[in-house]
């Protein structure tokens, strides 16, 4: 066997052509091999993709509303729905009328009153007159024709007072028709033949700041009365009630959380000469006109709370507004009764 001699450390390491050429095949090799195994590779992917081309699938039709199994369900359920608004409408409108007619039927009331009154008050007038007269004839001692033309010329007197007419003046009114008032209002007060403002919003505002402090009190009793400071002429007594709940059986409240708002409230007068008087109010710079003309009809609704001693000056008021295109809502009000509301109460209705 051949062996290969060591080189000495002295001596150098010459170039060798053989193992240059072994080497150059031996990479040769490598890069064949690796073209081979690419296109062998290459056809292989080219084959399976070919194999995995499909058909197209046909286009899915559009889904119709038709075909859902809970269309004819829905269906009939809007059906029910639309009949029951059909018949709470009808409701709505039979509730409404009542109530026109029942407002109606209030200021119909309040005229055969004041007609009454009237003719109470002319009857005794001229019973007053006949027995007068009869008074007058019996002292003057007058003659059996004199007393009869006496007699006739009262009757004739008295007919033609029971026939004439009482002054009246025409007054301008709106549709008999009203509704509820759904926008802001603004409150007066007609009592003793004048009208005062009553600033509801500024007793509303003090209210609203009391909350925090009332809603600590609820928290062992179900209810809370307090007054407000003064605006005007006027303090307001107002209520705040809490929520019952299922726990809250007894006197003593038992949940924690709850839920209170405003269940009522009452104007209290501090002055009794409040306000302006009709000739005062119809002024150009009063206070009522101030207050009354500058407001849009669209946004606001006047209320008069009105007492049986100033229905002339409400009827005055009213015609003033009507001129202007407002819509006025009147409640009147028993003598001794307070302006007051609540949440079990109605709601003002314009016209």
């Known amino acids: 066997m051949f062996r290969r001699r060591r080189p000495l450390k002295n001596e150098s390491i010459h170039f060798s052509f053989d193992s240059f050429l072994d080497l150059v095949t031996n990479v040769v090799g490598i890069i064949i091999r690796l073209i081979l195994v690419t296109w062998v590779g290459a056809r292989s992917y080219h084959a399976s993709m070919q194999f995995l081309e499909l058909e197209p699938l046909p286009p899915l039709e559009n889904p119709k509303v038709v075909d859902?199994?809970?269309?004819?369900?829905?269906?009939?359920?809007?059906?029910?729905?639309?009949?029951?608004?059909t018949r709470l409408l009808a409701q709505l409108k039979e509730l409404e009328e009542i109530e026109q007619k029942k407002q109606a039927a209030d200021a119909n009331l309040v005229v055969i009153i004041g007609q009454r009154t009237a003719l109470e008050?002319?009857?005794?007038?001229?019973?007053?007159?006949?027995?007068?007269?009869?008074?007058?004839?019996?002292?003057?001692?007058?003659?059996?024709?004199?007393?009869?033309?006496?007699?006739r010329k009262l009757l004739e007197e008295?007919?033609?007072?029971?026939?004439?007419?009482?002054?009246?003046?025409?007054?301008?009114?709106?549709?008999?028709?009203?509704?509820?008032?759904?926008?802001?209002?603004?409150?007066?007060?007609?009592?003793?033949?004048?009208?005062?403002?009553i600033d509801l919003p500024a007793?509303?505002?003090?209210?609203?700041l009391s909350l925090d402090d009332v809603a600590r009190e609820l928290k062992d009793t179900f209810r809370v009365?307090?007054?407000?400071?003064?605006?005007?002429?006027y303090k307001l007594r107002?209520?705040?009630?809490?929520?019952?709940?299922?726990?809250?059986?007894?006197?003593?409240?038992?949940?924690?959380?709850?839920?209170?708002?405003?269940s009522e409230w009452a104007v209290e007068p501090l002055t009794p000469d409040r306000g302006e008087t009709m000739e005062q109010a119809l002024k150009e710079k009063s206070e009522f006109r101030q207050l009354a003309d500058p407001l849009d009809p669209n946004l606001t609704t006047v209320t008069f709370w009105v007492y049986p001693d100033s229905f002339e000056l409400f009827r005055r008021l009213r015609d003033h507004l009507y001129e202007r295109g407002h819509d006025i809502a009147g409640r009147p009000l028993p003598p001794g009764a307070p302006i007051a509301a609540s949440r079990h109460g109605t709601a003002s209705r314009g016209q």
């Open 68 to 85: 859902d199994p809970l269309h004819a369900r829905i269906e009939q359920s809007r059906s029910e729905l639309d009949d029951a608004k």
């Open 121 to 151: 008050k002319d009857r005794r007038s001229l019973e007053m007159k006949g027995v007068a007269r009869v008074s007058q004839v019996q002292l003057a001692s007058l003659g059996v024709d004199d007393v009869r033309k006496q007699t």
């Open 158 to 197: 008295i007919k033609l007072l029971e026939a004439s007419e009482s002054k009246k003046k025409q007054l301008k009114y709106h549709a008999p028709l009203s509704k509820a008032v759904q926008i802001e209002e603004m409150f007066f007060e007609c009592k003793n033949g004048r009208v005062a403002y």
């Open 203 to 208: 007793f509303m505002n003090q209210v609203s």
């Open 225 to 233: 009365e307090r007054t407000t400071a003064s605006v005007g002429p």
């Open 238 to 262: 107002y209520v705040i009630e809490r929520e019952r709940t299922a726990t809250d059986a007894g006197p003593t409240p038992a949940a924690s959380g709850f839920r209170f708002g405003l």
